[in-house]
């Protein structure tokens, strides 16, 4: 069955630094665009970044760009968020999300585009 599996969060100080990994199974891997998305509690759900399936074309928030990377490894089914300058803005689960559309439009930036979701790890950043 397909799995999404998040680890890699925790409490960290602002300024400092996480890295948050993803590792699919299930399903082929190398066909889909990745994303994360994160929550807050009591907010929605809000894209973050995205990364095409061949990990050429990337695209962020404008919340996160220039301190967050996403990247992938589809030799190991993995995606990757490497987070610096954390904020306490930045405190949410953080989810990662598979979409079989190869195109990036408006339509990315929203939950209801991916296919399959992880369950999502906690990422806190104290002030």
């Known amino acids: 069955q397909v799995q999404l599996v998040e680890s890699g969060g925790g409490l960290v100080q602002a300024g400092g630094s996480l890295s948050l990994s993803c590792a699919a199974s299930?399903?082929?891997?190398?066909?889909?665009?990745m994303a994360w998305f994160r929550q807050a509690p009591g907010k929605e759900r809000e894209f973050v970044a995205r990364v095409g399936a061949n990990g050429v074309a990337t695209y962020y928030a404008n919340s996160v760009k220039g301190r967050f990377t996403i990247s992938r490894d589809n030799a190991k089914n993995t995606v990757e968020l490497q987070m610096n300058g954390l904020k306490p803005e930045d405190t949410a689960v953080y989810y990662c999300?598979?979409?079989?559309?190869?195109?990036?439009?408006?339509?990315?930036?929203?939950?209801?585009?991916?296919?399959?979701w992880g369950q999502g790890t906690q990422v806190t950043v104290s002030s």
């Open positions: 299930g399903f082929t891997f190398e066909d889909y665009a």
């Open positions: 999300a598979a979409d079989r559309r190869a195109i990036l439009n408006t339509g990315s930036l929203y939950p209801s585009r991916y296919d399959y």
